[in-house]
Every structure is written in structure tokens, then in C-alpha cells.
């Protein structure tokens, strides 16, 4: 991980911002999802990608059922 040196404070909702230099670099607009996840002492955030449900593939992408699935899981079902 790059440090930035970039300091935030959580407000008092627990709500932090991220600062527009970071957004313009990452390509997060406005209402865009994001992944968060809990890494043993760390907290990660990402720009969400929708993946297959099944294999985690990110191309080739198709609904059944409100799952995302991916043209070979379903080849192989």
C-alpha cells in the first residue's frame, strides 16, 4: 500500500471523506459503490467491481436470478 499522508477525522456519525485528489486518481464519481473490508489492523476500501458469483470472474458478465455469473460458469452448469 502507497501511504499518502493524508489524515481524517471520523465525524460524529463515524463518516470519514475522501479527498477529491484521491477520488480523480481512483475514477470514483459520485453514488459509485464501494467495497469495504477489514484486514486483520487495516481497513480497505476499493471501487466495487462486479464479479461471477461463482468464480469470481469480472468479464462476460450475466444475471440469472439476481446473481452475476459469468459466461463460463454457465457454460459449465
Given at each position: 500500500?502507497?501511504?499518502?499522508?493524508?489524515?481524517?477525522?471520523?465525524?460524529?456519525?463515524g463518516r470519514?471523506?475522501?479527498?477529491?485528489?484521491?477520488?480523480?486518481?481512483?475514477?470514483?464519481?459520485?453514488?459509485?459503490?464501494?467495497?469495504?473490508?477489514?484486514?486483520?489492523?487495516?481497513?480497505?476500501?476499493?471501487?466495487?467491481?462486479?464479479?461471477?458469483?461463482i468464480c469470481?470472474?469480472?468479464?462476460?458478465?450475466?444475471?440469472?436470478?439476481?446473481k452475476r455469473?459469468?459466461?463460463?460458469?454457465?457454460?459449465?452448469?
Amino acid at each position: 500500500m502507497k501511504a499518502t499522508g493524508i489524515v481524517r477525522r471520523l465525524d460524529s456519525l463515524g463518516r470519514i471523506v475522501l479527498p477529491a485528489e484521491l477520488r480523480r486518481i481512483m475514477s470514483i464519481r459520485t453514488k459509485d459503490p464501494i467495497e469495504i473490508f477489514a484486514d486483520s489492523d487495516s481497513i480497505v476500501i476499493q471501487k466495487y467491481k462486479e464479479k461471477c458469483y461463482i468464480c469470481s470472474n469480472e468479464e462476460n458478465l450475466n444475471t440469472f436470478k439476481k446473481k452475476r455469473i459469468c459466461k463460463n460458469c454457465i457454460d459449465g452448469l
